[in-house]
């Protein structure tokens, strides 16, 4: 890449100071909405026969009114709220058009809805997981466009933006269906005799010693490293643009995600456990930031070796690990047996009034001891990551409790996704780079980023699509 463009991207996405945890908010409700006035959609027009429909079909016709809205909102950002406005609109009408028999909407009991909610492989939480992902793959390309509001972008040192919630969403959402969590859920459901029949398995297993552990999980977490190394090299060799301060000089997302499940190898408690030591972690670390001049380290410090070069990496691992640990214990509440649709729903109001206090107790942290910074993912970070995340799961499992059980299957292009969530990361980020070098894109008009854009997402999606539809899970990890 020409070093004075390079230095011109660069400076493009340095230096900026993020927008508002409301915003932030909307925009990630975006999806749930869009979903919730897709299958009003689907219900109105293929009464009956939603689920009927040529996968191919049914892939274009989600494209265009879940995956479109979402890169309309993160780019013409001031049609966010029309949008939302429209679309909730638009479940309130369009049921005046379909055939008197169809059920659009379900606020009672129901039998089929229930077995759906309560089956081992929930839609909504794959929904969810899809959603995270699906809007880190669209913010990795759209941010090296003008089109792309430069305050949805990375902060440099403090605040918050869309993007700003990437790795602490998939890490938080990974943790919430780890197996961890859902083991808890089946053990607490299990019978008695089960349960010694477990136990009696367990106490059979030969326990590794720590070198063996270790080994295990270096192993089990090579394919991340390789794929952080091989980007270091791609990087340096092609003299990429790089935003130093989001990890450092050789860190990387990849690193992040395989150091964290190392480390979560030889931390074997359960998910009680995991919300105690994961409070104890952060709040830990917040006092190191705090009061033992570790901020000033990792904002301030010059990059003399490889530590310090990657401070801002190692470090946030902290912050990161917090989360995984926490969100495991959320996780516990997700696969919980529930015996109506009623008490679903009363879980999405003991979401949103734990989002609500994790909001407020946000508030009070960030006047007294912080601000949000993704950089040090600090005590503030982690809060407004649980907040957004939970608020945002609660809508997704609200849409999924009103919907009728016929429509509440998960879409083709969600379920495709989140067969294959690194593997369509990896392939979004080489896409990425394939196009920062053959445009110039900060320079791009906005018919050509939104072309562009839309091109890219639809390829990913659609690449996705094909795996599943070939039966294809590709493993990198």
């Known amino acids: 890449m020409d070093e004075q463009y390079k230095l011109e991207h660069e400076a493009f996405v340095q230096n900026l100071t993020g927008s508002s945890l409301l915003e932030t908010c909307l925009i990630l409700n ?21 689920q009927k429909v040529p996968n191919l079909i049914r892939f274009f016709l989600e494209f265009i009114t879940i995956v479109l809205p979402f890169i309309v909102s993160v780019t013409f950002i001031e049609l966010l709220v029309p949008l939302l406005f429209f679309m909730l609109l638009s479940c309130f009408i369009l049921p005046l058009f379909s055939q008197e028999s169809v059920k659009l909407f379900n606020f009672g009991e129901n039998p ?14 794959e929904e969810y997981r899809s959603f995270v992902m699906l809007a880190t793959i669209v913010c990795i390309l759209a941010v090296d466009f003008p089109v792309f509001p430069r305050r949805l972008s990375k902060t440099e040192t403090f605040g918050i933006s869309l993007m700003d919630i990437g790795v602490g969403s998939v890490v938080l959402s990974g943790a919430m269906v780890s197996r961890q969590a859902r083991s808890e859920s089946i053990t607490e459901q299990s019978s008695s005799a089960e349960k010694e029949k477990e136990k009696d398995q ?39 643009q790089e935003h130093v301060t989001e990890y450092g000089i050789h860190w990387n997302f990849f690193f992040t995600l395989g150091f964290v499940a190392i480390v979560l190898s030889f931390l074997k408690m359960s998910p009680n456990m995991n919300l105690v030591v994961g409070s104890i972690v952060i709040v830990g670390y917040q006092v190191l930031l705090s009061q033992y001049g570790l901020s000033d380290y990792i904002l301030n410090h010059p990059r ?42 009363l879980y999405v109001l003991q979401l949103l009034a734990l989002s609500a206090a994790l909001f407020a107790i946000l508030y009070w942290v960030e006047d007294n001891v912080q601000p949000i910074s993704r950089r ?23 849409v999924s409790t009103i919907s009728t059980s016929y429509l509440q299957h998960a879409g083709v292009i969600t379920s495709s996704i989140n067969r294959n969530q690194l593997s369509m990361f990896l392939l979004a980020n080489i896409l990425t780079g394939l196009v920062n070098f053959s445009m110039r894109t900060i320079y791009a008009t906005p018919e050509t980023s939104m072309a562009v854009i839309t091109g890219y997402v639809f390829v990913v999606c659609f690449v996705s699509l094909l795996l599943n539809m070939k039966n294809i899970t590709l493993k990198l990890t």
Do not use: D
């Not at 063996?212 to 390789?226: D, E, I, V």
């Open 202 to 240: 367990k106490q059979k297993k030969p326990k590794l010693s720590r070198v063996a552990l270790a080994k295990h999980a270096f192993m089990s977490n090579l394919p991340l490293m390789l794929l952080g190394l091989i980007r270091i090299v791609l990087t340096k060799s092609t003299n990429y």
């Open 30 to 50: 975006i999806v749930p909405v869009s979903v919730l006035f897709q299958r009003v959609l689907f219900g109105t027009f293929f009464p009956r026969k939603a």
């Open 112 to 125: 089929e809805s229930l077995i759906a909610l309560n089956h081992p492989r929930k839609k909504f939480i």
């Open 304 to 345: 003399l070796n490889l530590i310090s070069a990657n401070k801002e990496g190692i470090c946030s691992l902290a912050g990161y690990l917090s989360l995984y640990l926490i969100g495991t214990k959320l996780g516990t509440t997700i696969f919980k047996q529930r015996n109506s649709v009623k008490e679903w729903r």
């Open 376 to 398: 040090m993912t600090n005590l503030p970070y982690v809060l407004a990551i649980l907040a957004l995340n939970i608020f945002n799961f609660a809508i997704v499992l609200l």
